[in-house]
């Protein structure tokens, strides 16, 4: 089945240690998008490539940085993590930002990191 | 603003027992509408959607929900509520031809049920 896929499901770092979270997908989509879910929070959108073109959120950290390499892959990578950043980190994908269906996103399972 | 509000944080429901959880959206248009549940310690995964024609909504696992344009409302619904329904549930939107910006998925704050037995 076409899915979207995040590695490892659960990361443990320390605290200002680099750390780089995975997502792949096999649905071919132009846009890749990573969220951040507190405990008890809606997710909230950090970034997103369409295609190769990052688009950052105005208000996400400049210790979040997001690569992709081609099409299937993005990461994320937290460069000096803090206590506040332990959360859930959820990676979706759309086939495009145009309207309706084409920018339904499809979400990965999560991955879970934990600073200690 | 423009907002997507869930008013419960918590409901508790018995099981065998309908169910009906709350959306309001603020926007100028109407936006597109999504209802995802959230597993402990999962991923979010699509119940429905609505995009545009019938306001009434099929999606998976049972539920239901129902777009009212004079409401401002996307409310999810079940007739009967299953123990493996606990979970959270997100409602969504995304604005339509927002300048650019209609790519942006924006949740309400998640209505928790717990399903009593």
């Known amino acids: 089945d076409a899915m979207v896929i995040q590695n490892p499901r659960y990361q443990v770092t320390q605290f200002g240690k680099p750390v780089t979270l995975s997502c792949s997908q096999t649905?071919?989509?132009?846009?890749m998008y990573w969220y951040q879910q507190k405990s008890s929070q809606a997710p909230k959108l950090l970034f997103h490539y369409y295609d190769k073109d990052f688009n950052n959120e105005a208000d996400t950290p400049d210790n979040f940085q997001s690569r992709r390499p081609n099409t299937s892959f993005c990461f994320l990578d937290i460069r000096s993590p803090g206590l506040g950043d332990a959360a859930m980190y959820l990676c979706?994908?759309?086939?495009?930002?145009?309207?309706?269906?084409?920018?339904?996103?499809?979400f990965g399972p999560g991955t879970r990191l934990t600073v200690l | 603003a423009q907002s997507v509000t869930q008013p419960d944080i918590h409901i508790t429901v018995s099981e065998g027992a309908s169910l009906e959880l709350r959306c309001n959206y603020s926007?100028?248009?109407?936006?597109?509408l999504f209802w995802y549940v959230q597993s402990p310690g999962q991923g979010l995964q699509l119940l429905l959607k609505y995009f545009s024609g019938d306001t009434l909504v099929q999606g998976i696992k049972g539920f239901e929900a129902e777009f009212k344009r004079s409401q401002s409302s996307f409310n999810l619904r079940k007739p009967s509520v299953h123990w493996s329904d606990a979970a959270e549930y997100f409602c969504a939107v995304v604005p339509p031809n927002s300048g650019g910006s209609n790519y942006k998925l924006t949740f309400g704050k998640g209505t928790l049920l717990t399903v009593n037995p």
């Open positions: 979706a994908t759309s086939r495009d930002r145009a309207g309706g269906s084409y920018n339904e996103q499809f």
């Open positions: 649905l071919n989509h132009n846009v």
């Open positions: 926007y100028g248009a109407t936006p597109y």
